[in-house]
């Protein structure tokens, strides 16, 4: 069956989606978006998804043309239609139709926005139960005094530049370092290390993304009595530690066994990662927007 695609108020089949060559979006990159899970119909934390996504707009001058509460119901809308319920939902806001100039005050007919409803296997599930090989790239992420890595901007070049490397390597996902050295990211997912009892992640001033399964893993973390620390470390400090894993939306929480050619701890996913992961999952059973509503209860007669 072929998908329905939400483009600016209509479902059309995803054959029939497009926009206009002169997008801003497609020529500048000049939007935002969002990469959202449903697990057994449920949105998983839809509404930090929403929240970011128009913090960025705002940010951006951006005006969205549906409120939070409308966009929620389109979402939820779109995986109806599709008969969905375990899905990957990419949401995106454009500037709209401009010329070919850069002026977005030329874009006069106003955004585009556009969902899609589909399903999304990131990496093989082998690598989920032996762990990755990454390597860390010689691109360097985009400086945050340039553009705030809180805004999920469609332009993401910097991180394909990485995943270029990646590729060359012949492996599915590397490190990438700051400006001044410092780990950062991966190219599309959030990395964290522990050791000596600390779980570790880089600070968002180091130029990452803040992402919402970043903050679910330290949150599950705590509950565990796990120490967290967001601060700066290097590449060293990555090469030996006890556990490495990546998190993201569509990654979920996959681990790392080795880096540039290391070993990390065991050369096995850890215990901390694997019973993260549990928790993360079960956690996806129980939270979440509803996809169908629920029936009323009627009083009993």
Same mark, same amino acid.
């Given at each position: 069956?072929e998908?329905?695609?939400?483009?600016? %108020?209509?479902?059309?089949?995803q054959?029939?989606?497009? $926009?206009?060559? !002169?997008?801003? *979006?497609?020529?500048?990159?000049?939007?935002? !978006?969002?990469?959202?899970r449903a697990y057994?119909g @449920?949105?998983?934390?839809?509404?930090?998804?929403?929240?970011?996504?128009?913090?960025? +707009?705002? +940010?951006i001058?951006?005006?969205? =043309?549906l409120?939070?509460?409308?966009?929620?119901?389109?979402?939820?809308e %779109?995986?109806?239609?599709?008969?969905?319920?375990?899905?990957?939902?990419?949401?995106?806001?454009? @500037? %709209?139709?401009g010329?070919?100039?850069l002026? =977005?005050?030329?874009?006069?007919?106003?955004?585009?926005?556009?969902?899609?409803?589909?399903t999304?296997?990131?990496?093989?599930?082998?690598?989920?139960? /032996?762990?990755?090989?990454?390597?860390?790239v010689?691109?360097r992420? /985009?400086? #945050?005094?340039?553009? /705030? #890595? &809180?805004?999920?901007?469609?332009n993401?070049l910097?991180?394909?530049?990485?995943?270029?490397e990646?590729?060359?390597?012949?492996l599915?996902? *590397?490190?990438?370092?700051n400006?001044? *050295?410092?780990? +950062?990211? &991966?190219?599309?997912?959030?990395v964290?290390?522990?050791g000596? *009892?600390?779980?570790?992640?880089?600070?968002?001033s180091?130029g $990452?993304?803040k %992402?919402?399964?970043?903050?679910?893993?330290i949150e599950?973390?705590?509950?565990?009595?796990?120490?967290?620390?967001e601060?700066? !470390?290097?590449?060293?400090?990555?090469y030996?530690?006890?556990?490495?894993?990546?998190?993201?939306?569509?990654?979920e929480?996959?681990?790392?066994?080795?880096?540039?050619?290391?070993?990390?701890?065991?050369g096995? =996913?850890g215990?901390?990662?694997?019973?993260?992961? @549990?928790?993360?999952?079960?956690?996806t059973? $129980?939270?979440?927007?509803?996809?169908e509503?629920e029936?009323?209860?009627?009083?009993?007669?």
């Open positions: 069956m998908r329905l695609v939400y483009i600016n %108020g209509q479902f059309v089949p054959s029939q989606a497009a $926009i206009s060559v !002169f997008d801003h *979006g497609l020529l500048y990159g000049d939007g935002v !978006f969002e990469g959202i057994h @449920r949105v998983f934390r839809l509404d930090q998804h929403l929240q970011r996504l128009y913090r960025g +707009a705002l +940010a001058r951006l005006k969205v =043309p409120d939070p509460e409308a966009m929620r119901e389109t979402v939820l %779109g995986l109806r239609r599709n008969g969905l319920r375990d899905a990957y939902v990419r949401l995106v806001v454009t @500037r %709209g139709v010329d070919l100039g002026d =977005p005050q030329k874009c006069t007919g106003g955004p585009t926005v556009f969902i899609i409803c589909d999304i296997q990131l990496y093989p599930r082998e690598f989920y139960q /032996n762990g990755l090989e990454v390597i860390i010689a691109t992420r /985009n400086l #945050p005094t340039a553009i /705030n #890595p &809180a805004i999920k901007s469609l993401y910097n991180n394909i530049l990485a995943k270029m990646v590729t060359r390597a012949g599915l996902e *590397g490190i990438m370092l400006h001044e *050295g410092y780990v +950062a990211e &991966a190219t599309g997912d959030n964290f290390i522990y000596d *009892g600390v779980l570790r992640t880089p600070a968002t180091l $990452i993304l %992402g919402i399964t970043r903050g679910v893993v599950l973390a705590q509950e565990m009595g796990v120490a967290v620390e601060g700066r !470390f290097t590449q060293y400090d990555v030996t530690s006890e556990e490495c894993f990546l998190t993201g939306t569509a990654a929480i996959v681990p790392v066994v080795k880096v540039d050619g290391r070993t990390i701890g065991t096995k =996913p215990e901390l990662t694997r019973e993260l992961s @549990r928790r993360f999952h079960e956690l059973k $129980i939270e979440g927007v509803l996809i509503a029936a009323p209860q009627t009083a009993a007669r």
